[in-house]
T-cell receptor, first 107, second 115 residues
Framework: GQQVMQIPQYQHVQEGEDFTTYCNSSTTLSNIQWYKQRPGGHPVFLIQLVKSGEVKKQKRLTFQFGEAKKNSSLHITATQTTDVGTYFCAGWGKLQFGAGTQVVVTP | IAGITQAPTSQILAAGRRMTLRCTQDMRHNAMYWYRQDLGLGLRLIHYSNTAGTTGKGEVPDGYSVSRANTDDFPLTLASAVPSQTSVYFC??????????????FGPGTRLTVL
């Protein structure tokens, strides 16, 4: 069945650095969503990607959907302390969330 | 209220006891979901409901039941709690019946400990 994997599970970033988290599915997805969960909070929707090869930007965040619609990435530039949290991808075909990438930012 | 509320906020429960987690939304969303969140495993779907009167099984439904008598409420029941059901439970909703292209709105969560 469908499996959605996220890497890395944990990312320690120096403030000002860039980093990327990846989401890979074993099957083709109809669309993919990204959510952010702050420590102690609940997941909050960030963005949705639907088209093959789609790229969307939100300020310092860039989201990509792979050409085969089986993978996606989230790239954050110039990381800030407000970026702390866990980032989840959610793949639709059969709804499944990845395990998340926990981001810790060092000032 | 605006959004999704969950009750209780946290609960410690003896194994074998019955427990119902409550979830209410006031956005008139059609679809609702229950997830459990465990360290290293992310969010796993327990049950969902595309519209009032219908429910479906998610990835980890065993030991849980749900009902959807109306649009606003989607309670999750543990008939006989076991320690492996210790987790943080999130309820979510999305506007349309299919839900697949909708943003999901999450409640604040219920932290459940089964001893």
């Amino acid at each position: 069945g469908q499996q959605v994997m996220q890497i890395p599970q944990y990312q320690h970033v120096q403030e000002g650095e860039d980093f990327t988290t990846y989401c890979n599915s074993s099957t083709t997805l109809s669309n993919i969503q990204w959510y952010k969960q702050r420590p102690g909070g609940h997941p909050v929707f960030l963005i949705q990607l639907v088209k093959s090869g789609e790229v969307k930007k939100q300020k310092r965040l860039t989201f990509q959907f792979g050409e085969a619609k089986k993978n996606s990435s989230l790239h954050i530039t110039a990381t800030q302390t407000t970026d702390v949290g866990t980032y989840f991808c959610a793949g639709w075909g059969k709804l499944q969330f990845g395990a998340g990438t926990q981001v810790v930012v060092t000032p | 209220i605006a959004g999704i509320t969950q009750a209780p906020t946290s609960q410690i429960l003896a194994a074998g006891r019955r427990m119902t987690l409550r979830c209410t939304q006031d956005m008139r969303h059609n679809a609702m979901y229950w997830y459990r969140q465990d360290l290293g495993l992310g969010l796993r779907l327990i049950h969902y409901s595309n519209t009032a009167g219908t429910t479906g099984k998610g990835e980890v439904p065993d030991g849980y039941s749900v009902s959807r008598a109306n649009t606003d409420d989607f309670p999750l029941t543990l008939a006989s709690a076991v320690p492996s059901q210790t987790s943080v439970y999130f309820c979510a909703s999305s506007p349309t019946t299919s839900g697949s292209f909708d943003e999901q709105f999450f409640g604040p969560g219920t932290r459940l400990t089964v001893l």
